[in-house]
């Protein structure tokens, strides 16, 4: 079936009912801050909100996550409600308080020193300690509190995001066993050598089996999860029905390919408002007359920033032609600077761009532009229609919703997509140039390949990319999610 918001909250309707349906987040959707206007509410740089918040904004229900803006606390309810988005209110938000010391240990100590590094091979080790793993199972054991008041004695769906709370299932269904659970791991999963240096591997996977069901983006991740179990726990794995059964409780283990609101993309990039910052951009002095590639990620050491420079710097040793008629602009927020290796990542990115532009600017050319800024979404759908190509480079990542973005902001079938085959994105966009991020020389290759492919053939690999993402989108992914919480009731 054609999936999309009416479709979804019919499916909604018939498979949930009135049961609450709960989405649980570590990141919250809506942030409110202060402002020279007074209150501001604002949506964070996150691509795991952005996709979910049409989602819930369909089915309505209640989003539980840690609310960690100034001014939160001054428009919420005495049950720490309020009702989101605030132009158009369709659900409610429940803010979870956490201090500043919580903050560190249960968010930047164990789940991202600790497990994104493990989750993510990129070379980086992963750090465990004793005193962020106590906190973050306190924290895991607040929002079960918070899911199971929600509840209020009701049956109930709790969906619940990512590496965050891998505890929270299990300490749920202690009190709650009639509540359905699903958690999708919006990362990728390691193989079992690498998940065996987590000190906590068997509390982490006995956890993550208290959900119904367990949703990664592709199949390789759930085999990787399935091979962890069998290396690490007593159970019963069945590959015909893809499930992990222990101690009498099955796990439904699926691969759900995240993806986007196309069309909701499609027709806001055709705005005349995205028009008019599109063309702002290709008005600027520094961009005017010349090829415009452009990178839009969180300054963070898995997204292959780094290597995409290196490509650049050698696509014009290789291909001189393109000196002073290309320019490189890569926009994105800074990413968890409390964490030290991400300080020294974005160090390291700041310099690689000033060494590229001391080696090859011109009197009136720079070849690289770095905009350490986070982009509302409008800006960013505006960027997706200025550039001639948008790299995608990451060394490891889950999805990746850049390249799904781009495709659906492209209605003019126009640009290419370049893009790391260590996405899961890779596996429906096949029609993007594929590159490996570490092999600079193919890199660079790629990139003087989609600097100068004829529009023809952009079309064509636009219009299949363009095809995939309407058919796959996020309400179909959420769909078939809540197809199956359906079949356990």
Same mark, same amino acid.
């Given at each position: 079936m054609a999936w999309d918001r009416i479709a979804l909250q019919q499916?909604?309707?018939?498979?949930?009912?009135?049961?609450?349906?709960?989405v649980v987040s570590n990141r919250e959707p809506y942030i409110h801050v202060y402002a020279d206007e007074g209150l501001r509410c604002i949506t964070p740089a996150?691509?795991?909100?952005? %996709?979910?918040?049409?989602?819930?904004? %369909?089915?309505?229900?209640?989003?539980? #996550? %840690?609310?960690?803006?100034e001014a939160d606390r001054d428009v919420v309810d005495s049950r720490d409600h309020v009702a989101v988005p605030p132009e158009d209110p369709s659900y409610v938000l429940r803010r979870i308080w956490l201090s500043k010391e919580e903050e560190d240990r249960f968010y930047y100590g164990y789940a991202n020193e600790g497990l994104w590094p493990l989750s993510h091979i990129v070379h980086v080790r992963p750090v465990f300690r004793e005193a962020d793993w106590k906190v973050y199972q306190e924290v895991n054991a607040r929002f079960a509190e918070a899911v199971l008041e929600e509840l209020e004695g009701q049956s109930g769906f709790v969906f619940i995001q990512d590496y965050h709370f891998a505890l929270l299932a299990q300490m749920i269904r202690e009190k709650r066993p009639d509540a359905v659970t699903a958690l999708f791991w919006h990362i990728p999963w390691p193989n079992p050598e690498a998940f065996r240096v987590c000190p906590q591997a068997t509390k982490i996977l006995e956890g993550l089996l208290g959900n119904d069901i367990l949703g990664f983006h592709i199949r390789y991740h759930c085999l990787n999860f399935m091979e962890s179990v069998d290396r690490f726990l007593e159970s019963r794995i069945s590959a015909e029905t893809s499930s992990?059964?222990?101690?009498?409780?099955?796990?439904?283990?699926?691969?759900?390919?995240?993806?986007?609101?196309?069309? #909701? %993309?499609e027709r806001r990039a055709l705005s005349p408002e995205i028009e008019r910052k599109r063309s702002a951009i290709l008005a600027d002095h520094r961009l005017r007359n010349r090829l415009l590639a452009v990178g839009i990620d969180r300054m963070e050491y898995t997204k292959g920033i780094i290597e995409r420079l290196d490509a650049v710097d050698r696509l014009f040793e290789k291909y001189p032609r393109f000196i002073g008629r290309f320019v490189f602009l890569q926009h994105g927020p800074l990413s968890r600077i409390h964490i030290r290796k991400y300080r020294d990542y974005n160090d390291e990115i700041y310099h690689r761009v000033m060494d590229i532009n001391e080696r090859w600017r011109t009197k009136d050319w720079q070849p690289v532009i770095l905009e350490k800024s986070h982009l509302p979404f409008d800006d960013v759908l505006a960027h997706y229609r200025a550039a001639n190509v948008v790299l995608v480079s990451s060394i490891h990542d889950g999805m990746n919703l850049v390249a799904k973005e781009f495709a659906a902001a492209r209605a003019d079938e126009r640009g290419v997509l370049v893009l790391s085959q260590f996405t899961g994105a890779a596996r429906e966009l096949d029609r993007a140039v594929l590159v490996n991020p570490m092999d600079t020389e193919r890199f660079a290759d790629a990139l003087c390949q989609a600097l100068e492919m004829p529009e023809e053939e952009q079309a064509e690999r636009m219009r299949r990319m363009r095809e995939v993402v309407r058919e796959n989108n996020i309400y179909r992914w959420a769909g078939r999610i809540v197809n199956e919480m359906r079949k356990l009731v």
């Open positions: 499916a909604v309707a018939e498979k949930i009912g009135d049961r609450k349906f709960i996150s691509g795991l909100t952005v %996709a979910l918040d049409p989602v819930i904004r %369909a089915c309505g229900g209640i989003w539980v #996550a %840690a609310g960690l803006g992990v059964i222990r101690q009498g409780h099955e796990t439904l283990i699926r691969d759900f390919p995240i993806s986007i609101d196309f069309e #909701a %993309a």
